[in-house]
C-alpha cells in the first residue's frame, strides 16, 4: 500500500504513520502545499493522509494555498481513492463533503477518552475490532457537523464529533493517535502558552511521559491504517 500525506507545517510530523510505514515496508511520500503548487498524481498513491496544523480551514489570506489542496482532496475523493483525515485533515474532509465548521463549546488539549459511537440499527464494520474506549491526545478548539450521509463514528465528552466513516473509505478522526511522545513535547512548546483554562484542557505535567497512552494510541492506529489496507482493496468498508 503507497501512502501519501498532506502536512501543512513543519511541526505537525507523521509520528506513528510513519513507524507504521516502515514496520510494513510500505512505500510514504509527503506534499506541503505550503512549499509546492505540483500535487502528486492520484495513480501514485493508494492511500490520502491529511494531517493537523495550527490553521483553520478557511484561512486563506495567510495560506492561499489551502484552496489548492482542497481541490486536490476533492479530487481524490472523486476518484475513489481511500481517504483519512486527523484533526484540521478531518475538518478539511468535513468541509469538503458539505459539513460546517465551528468553534466547539470547549478546548480540547490533552489527553481525554473517546467512545465508539455504536447503534444497534448502524453498527459501522469500520469499528469491528476497535475499542469501545480509548484516551487519545487532543489539540483542537473546532469541531464539525456529520455530512450528509455519514456514519458517526467516535464522540467525547468535551466534542460530540470526534469521527466518521463517508462512502465506506473517507475517514475522519478529530483527534491525534497519531502522536508520540516527541510530537505531544512540540506542540506544548509551539502552542503551549494557548491552551486556556477549561474543563477538557490539561497542565503540562498531564501531557508529558504518558507511556500507557502513547503505546495503546500507536496499536490504534496501527489497527486503522490496517482497516484500509482492506479498503484499499476491496474499495470500502462501512
Known sequence: MKLQVLQHSALNTLGTIEEYAKTRSYPLESTRF???KNPPSLDSFDLLIIMGGPMGIYDYAENPWLRDEKSFIKQAIDAGKPVLGICLGAQLLA???????????HREMGWFPVKAVRKEENKPEFLKGLPEEITVFHWHSRTFDLPEGAVHLFRSEGCKNQGFIYGGRVVALQFHPEVHEERVESMIRRFGGESGNGPFTQRKEEMVGQEKYLVETKKFMFAVLDKFEKIAGKGRLE
Open 95 to 105: 468541509n469538503i463533503l458539505g459539513a460546517r465548521i465551528y468553534e466547539n463549546g
Open 34 to 36: 505550503y512549499e509546492t
